[in-house]
């Protein structure tokens, strides 16, 4: 089945540099890559997403990377605040029985430090 | 405005207890999730529903008993649970469930505790 691997586990970064979180899939009909940040307590919230027909898209200080050859993709956040602190999930819709599912990695915790 | 609504926010139940999760969306959204996330892990898929049948049961436990009474309402109805099904349970939303409408907007979850 699809799995989606996701490096690295924890990223840890002083304020104002920039991180990068990188996804792998495995399914290659595989075509919506969204990104969640998740805070203690809350549930997920998207941030990005990015289909298969385009390789990059940006939205203020997060962009996101895909190159569908490698089957990877990639979170970038420039200019880190402490905010920015939370747990991050890509995820990698797969159809099945007609219906998308979405499959998720196993998560980023990025600290980011004043 | 994207919100998804969860109620309880916490719940405590024994384990002869009888209790249920709701979940409220008013975006006109009509597949509607369930998911469960232990501390740590990703969420993980329970339970679709397209248009309010139930499209997708990821071999759930019959202790979970979904339920999807109108287009804007989903619930989830828990018996006899057991210890280690206390985790967050998180109830998403997309536009529809096919491709170019499956970005999903999640709840802020219900934690459950089972004694």
């Known amino acids: 089945g699809e799995n989606v691997e996701q490096h690295p586990s924890t990223l840890s970064v002083q304020e104002g540099d920039s991180a990068v979180i990188k996804c792998t899939y495995s399914?290659?009909?595989?075509?919506?890559f969204p990104w969640y940040k998740q805070e203690l307590g809350k549930g997920p919230q998207l941030i990005i997403d990015?289909?298969?027909?385009?390789g990059e898209k940006k939205d203020q200080r997060i962009a996101v990377t895909l190159n569908k050859t490698a089957k990877h993709f990639s979170l970038h956040i420039t200019e880190t605040q402490p905010e920015d602190s939370a747990v991050y999930f890509c995820?990698?819709?797969?159809?099945?029985?007609?219906?998308?599912?979405?499959?998720f990695g196993a998560g980023t915790r990025l600290a980011v430090h004043p | 405005d994207t919100e998804v609504t969860q109620t309880p926010k916490h719940l405590v139940m024994g384990m002869t207890n009888k209790k249920s999760l709701k979940c409220e969306q008013h975006?006109?959204?009509?597949?509607m999730y369930w998911y469960k996330q232990k501390a740590k892990k990703p969420p993980e898929l329970m339970f679709v529903?397209?248009?309010?049948?139930?499209?997708i049961n990821e071999s759930v436990p019959s202790r979970f008993s979904p339920e999807c009474p109108n287009s804007s309402l989903l619930n989830l109805h828990l018996h006899a649970l057991q210890p280690e099904d206390s985790a967050l349970y998180l109830c998403?939303?997309?536009?529809?469930?096919?491709?170019?409408?499956?970005?999903?907007?999640f709840g802020p979850g219900t934690r459950l505790l089972v004694l």
């Open positions: 399914d290659s009909a595989s075509n919506y």
């Open positions: 975006m006109g959204h009509r597949a």
């Open positions: 529903y397209s248009y309010e049948k139930l499209s």
């Open positions: 995820a990698a819709s797969i159809r099945s029985g007609g219906y998308n599912k979405l499959i």
């Open positions: 998403a939303s997309s536009e529809g469930p096919g491709m170019s409408k499956e970005t999903q907007y």
């Open positions: 990015i289909r298969s027909n385009v």
